[in-house]
Each structure stands twice: as structure tokens, then as C-alpha cells.
């Protein structure tokens, strides 16, 4: 009885402050007319920026966001809410444009692309599963022209930015403590043992994918601290916002980089529709991501040539922006749970007040519970991902997964009635994601006009090469025999798809043929959310290249780009720590320091 009286003053409280104390946070700052850094974007690499440069209280840090405070959407803090913040306000929600091979059962062919619009980016909104990728990724960057940037150079910056939690890997010379990025265990319910069994039936070994080696069944690792998202909003900005020689503009659009001589003197932005030009003594860095950095570089005149003369851009420097793009995409797959184990996608009033007083039960983990890398060669990065979510689906989720995947809405009902099949049998679930790690498709980064409140022309140019779609149906292969081991069956997950699924016009052909998959992959198509090396990084004479191995926009001076956008090739997992370990280097190169000399020590017999 305490704890349900508590419970409920927890709510009181929350809705209390919520409706009648809570303002909208516009982080009011006398703005200045010149800052040493300004840096666009307050995301994954933004917010680590800010921190690290604004440590000097000699240098002044001008922090610029388009979204508003993560401190105004209650639900960025629930791990388990991920889903509900997509199409929201802090969701930039864009489209792709329609793909000729993939996404075909989306509305107008169009794929859904979130990306976080608010204080912390995309980790404001991401899943939070902490995974760095192989250290074959970052061999090969250095290979291909991007020095200082191979494991060994790297490891110290993932290392320097954690806080590992997880009892077992404390003592482990590839993880850090103390570090500001709080990372935790993500088992959550009893099927993580089910996971972890059926990959050992087929012979994987469980590993710390964030180790040694990449390859197995890894226990997930997610950035979740108390029972929170722990964004880099939260890890990063929260902690320094009271530095006087850090600023934070928020509900601020930026609309173009001042350029005078080939030579970065500041940026333009529209707050509260008013005008403003704000100069940089030392530099320009655009931290906005994988679609808004290459969008706000052409609209300065830094991009294709020919693109940029279209739409009557003056052109400042000819360079690849936009090309290259890489993203991680996937198959999902469900299955049934006689454990009925899985969170469920209709929380309870008493899962919601626990949480509330708490910060406990189903809502306080985002229930991806496992990771399984694979490859065909142990001397190369893994090629597909299998990740499992001990989620059971509800009914009413229908309506939210056909609006955030921008799913045709004629197969609505059909989504719903097979969901209520399982529901009303009193059935769990759970579901798998088969991720395409390696794509060989290129797609690009193109703007709609020269309009800088146009969304961006985004195609990925899914499945266009060949050999993506023979990974992807490799991957259901395996699957397939992963749903007839024994710790599957022990749950009474199925083989076979686990309900009569709706999934036209694939239902109509020869199941599980490699024809049926085919035609399931190149209809059912989603993202990862994982964009990237739309501004690449390279060597000084490397025509693709549109930053050089210090990140530096070629032949402009003064003006970096520090994000997903300069990775060479998409890495091996998800992209979040491998963007805060961008930020965390660049910081180091812009300074010239070397903050993790005393990590190095011990990284470099590894």
C-alpha cells in the first residue's frame, strides 16, 4: 500500500509540475554579436563539442539549436518511449524521395526518416543501444586515406567519453569509468536467456561486441542511467550549461555560413522571426548531422557544381556534398512468446506509476536485449546484425507503426487484425531485426530549392546494388534456423512467420522461398535511423572527399564538419558512440591537446 500511495504522489506531482510550473524551456541568453566557436547543432556531436571546447574559459562557445529544450517532452527520458517521439515536435520527420527498389509498400514509395529536432539529436530519441563497431571499420578509414583515424587511434576516444556500469566489463581495458556517457546492462526479461541459447545451439559465442572482437551474441549495452535516456544532451550539455563562456540558442534556424575570401566569418540564423548574423573569431563547425550539414554547406554555395548552379546558388567551392550517403536498413520479423516475457506496447497504470515514482519496471529499459553480429570472414567487419526486442505488441500499436513508418494506410486494418490474432489468444510476442551493416548502394543528399526551409531531397538509393538484398535474405535464412532451435520452441516461437501476417502482394507467393523474401525485403524496407559520410572525410587530394582527415571543408578555412556526416563508410553498428567519439576527437584536434594520453598507455598493447 506505501508503495501504490507513493506511486501516486509521483504522478501528482509530475502532472502538477507538467501543467502549471513547467514553462516551455527557451533558453533565454543575452546573445552576443561574436563568439571565439560556433557550433550548429546541439546533437550526438554537438552537445560533446560544447562541453570539450567551452572547458578553456578563454574561448567563448556559441551552441545553436533548431528544436527546443529535451527538458520540455517528458517522454525523452523514458527509455521504453522511444516509438512515441517519432512525428512529434522533436522529430524533423523526413521523407525520403520514392525508391525504385525498396519501400514499396510505403506511402508514395517514401520511407521515413527520423531525426531528432531537439537538445541531444537523435540520442534524444534513438534506442540507445551503445555499440562502437568493428575495428576493421576504422583500419580501413586509415587505409583509404583518413590518418589518425584507425582503432588504435580511436579507441581512447570511445574509452574517454564512458562510464561503463555493467559489473563484468568494469575491469576491461576497452571500457572506460568515470566518463560522462553512462552505459548500463540492457537485459530486461527472461528472453534475453532464450537469445542467448539459441545463438549458442547454432554456435556463436557470446562476446562484448565493444571488445576484443565484434563477432557473436553480445548482451546489449545501452546508454540508460537511473532508469533514463542518458542523450548526450543530458551526459554532456546539462552538466555545463551554467559556464558563462557557453551559450545555447535554441529554436534557432540556420539558414547559411557566412563566407568572406574563402574564409568561414560566421553564420545566419532566424530566432523568432528576426534575422541574425553572428561571427566566429576562430571557427564554423556544423555539427547537424547527416542531412542538415550537407544542406546547410550547399546552401552556401560549398557543393556540386551543377547542382548548386540549378538552383541559383553562388557557388563558393565545388565539392561532393551530399554524395556517398550510407545508412543501415533493415527486415523485421515478429514472433510469438508463450512467456508473454516482452514489455508491453500498452503500458499499465501501474507500469506507468512505477516508472513515475521509480524509475523502474517495463518503461525504464528499451528492451532490445541483444545484438548478433555476423560475418563470413573473421578478418572483416561484420556484415549483418541481428538485434531482438522483447517488445509484445498491442493492437493499438497498429496505428502508431503505419504512421512512423510512413506505411501505406490501406494496410492498416490488416496490420491491426494480425496483431489482434495473437492479442486475443492471449499470445506474446517479441520481434528481430535482420540489419544490412555493409550496403554497397550509394545514395545522395540533394536540395529541393534554394529555400533553406525546404526539406532536403534525400534518396538512399536502397537495394540499387545487388548484393545488398543476397545479405539481407542470407540474414532471413538464418533466422530460419534460429526460430527452430530449441530455446525458440521452448517459448513457442515459430519457424514459420508467426502469425498470418499482412504483408501484400508478398503473401501471394511460395513461403519462406527466397522469392517471398525478396519481395518482402524490397516492400517492407525501414531504416536503422543510422545516415552517414554525406560529407566524407579523406585525403587532401581524395576527389570524394569533402573534409580532410582533421575535418577540415576542403579549400574553405575556419570551417569544420563534426558529426556522422565525415565518416568514411557507415560502421559495423549503430552509429551514436561512434558520432560522440567524432566529437570527442575533433575536440582534441581543434585545441591541440591530447586528452587521452594516459588511455593511449594502456590502448596500445591491445
Known amino acids: 500500500m506505501h508503495r501504490f500511495w507513493a506511486a501516486l504522489t509521483a504522478l501528482c506531482a509530475f502532472l502538477v509540475y507538467y501543467t502549471f510550473i513547467r514553462k516551455d524551456v527557451d533558453l533565454q541568453i543575452p546573445l552576443n554579436k561574436t563568439y571565439d566557436y560556433i557550433i550548429v ?3 550526438s556531436a554537438g552537445c560533446v563539442l560544447a562541453n570539450r571546447l567551452s572547458e578553456d574559459p578563454r574561448f567563448s562557445v556559441l551552441l545553436v539549436e533548431a528544436g527546443g529544450s529535451e527538458e520540455d517532452n517528458f517522454v525523452i527520458r523514458v527509455p521504453f518511449g522511444a516509438p512515441d517521439l517519432l512525428n512529434t515536435d522533436v522529430d524533423w520527420a523526413f521523407k525520403t524521395v520514392p525508391q525504385k527498389n525498396a519501400c514499396l509498400a510505403m506511402k508514395d514509395k517514401r520511407c521515413a526518416w527520423p531525426r531528432g529536432r531537439v537538445l541531444g539529436g537523435s540520442s534524444s530519441i534513438n534506442n540507445m543501444n551503445y555499440v562502437r563497431g568493428s ?10 586515406g583518413c590518418d589518425g583515424w584507425s582503432y588504435r587511434d580511436v579507441l581512447p576516444y570511445f574509452i574517454k567519453s564512458e562510464d561503463n556500469q555493467i559489473p563484468h566489463l568494469q575491469s576491461s581495458a576497452y571500457h572506460g569509468k568515470g566518463g560522462l556517457l553512462t552505459v548500463s546492462d540492457g537485459t530486461a526479461t527472461p528472453l534475453n536467456d532464450v537469445y542467448r541459447r539459441a545463438m549458442e545451439e547454432l554456435g556463436f559465442p557470446v562476446v562484448d561486441c565493444n571488445g576484443k572482437t565484434q563477432t557473436g551474441y553480445c548482451p546489449t549495452q545501452e546508454t540508460v542511467k537511473d532508469g533514463e535516456k542518458w542523450s548526450t544532451a543530458k551526459a554532456f550539455l546539462r552538466p555545463v550549461m551554467h559556464r558563462p563562456n557557453l551559450h545555447v540558442l535554441t529554436k534557432s534556424f540556420v539558414t547559411k555560413i557566412l563566407i568572406d575570401d574563402r574564409k568561414a566569418s560566421g553564420i545566419s540564423l532566424i530566432k523568432d522571426i528576426m534575422k541574425h548574423n553572428i561571427s566566429a573569431r576562430k571557427e564554423v563547425i556544423l555539427s547537424a548531422g547527416s542531412i542538415n550539414s550537407p544542406q546547410i554547406l550547399m546552401l552556401s554555395g560549398i557543393g556540386p557544381k551543377d547542382h548548386l548552379t540549378n538552383l541559383g546558388i553562388p557557388l563558393v567551392s565545388d565539392l561532393p556534398v551530399g554524395e556517398n550517403l550510407q545508412d543501415h536498413i533493415m527486415t523485421v520479423l515478429f514472433f510469438n512468446d508463450n512467456s508473454t516475457s516482452g514489455g ?20 525504464s529499459q528499451p528492451h532490445g536485449e541483444a545484438s548478433v553480429f555476423l560475418t563470413d ?3 572483416t567487419s561484420a556484415s549483418t546484425q541481428f538485434t531482438f526486442y522483447s517488445v509484445s505488441v498491442h493492437p493499438s500499436f497498429a496505428d502508431k507503426l503505419v504512421k512512423s513508418l510512413n506505411i501505406d494506410s490501406k494496410n492498416k486494418e490488416g496490420i491491426q487484425r494480425r496483431f489482434e490474432n495473437s492479442f486475443n489468444k492471449g499470445i506474446g510476442t517479441f520481434f528481430a531485426e535482420n540489419v544490412l551493416l555493409k550496403p554497397k548502394s550509394r545514395g545522395t543528399i540533394r536540395l529541393q530549392s534554394n529555400d533553406p526551409f525546404a526539406s532536403p531531397l534525400i534518396d538512399p538509393n536502397y537495394l540499387d546494388h545487388p548484393d545488398d538484398i543476397k545479405t539481407l535474405v542470407k540474414g532471413l535464412d538464418l533466422y530460419m534456423k534460429v526460430a527452430n532451435t530449441t530455446a525458440f520452441r521452448s517459448v513457442g516461437a515459430s519457424p514459420m512467420d508467426p502469425y498470418e501476417e499482412y504483408l501484400p502482394p508478398c503473401n501471394s507467393l511460395p513461403y519462406p522461398s527466397d522469392e517471398y523474401w525478396i519481395c518482402r525485403i524490397k516492400h517492407y524496407t525501414y531504416t536503422v ?19 580532410d582527415p582533421l575535418l577540415r571543408v576542403k579549400g574553405i578555412e575556419n570551417l569544420r564538419v563534426v558529426d556522422a556526416s565525415v565518416m568514411r563508410n557507415v560502421p559495423s553498428g549503430n552509429t551514436n558512440a561512434p558520432t560522440i567519439m567524432v566529437a570527442e576527437k575533433a575536440a582534441d584536434i581543434i585545441t591541440g591537446s591530447d586528452s587521452v594520453k594516459h588511455i593511449r598507455k594502456i590502448t596500445d598493447t591491445l
Not at 575495428?135 to 583509404?144: L, S, V
Not at 535511423?529 to 579523406?538: D, K
Request: glycine share 8%; proline share 7%; net charge negative.
Open 41 to 43: 547543432g546541439a546533437g
Open 135 to 144: 575495428r576493421f571499420d576504422y583500419d580501413q578509414w586509415a587505409k583509404e
Open 344 to 363: 508491453s506496447t500498452a503500458p499499465s497504470l501501474s507500469t506507468i506509476l512505477k516508472y513515475l515514482a521509480y524509475r523502474s519496471g517495463t518503461l
Open 377 to 379: 570472414d573473421e578478418n
Open 529 to 547: 535511423y543510422h545516415p552517414t559520410s554525406t560529407c566524407r572525410m579523406g585525403a587532401p587530394d581524395d576527389p570524394t572527399a569533402v573534409v
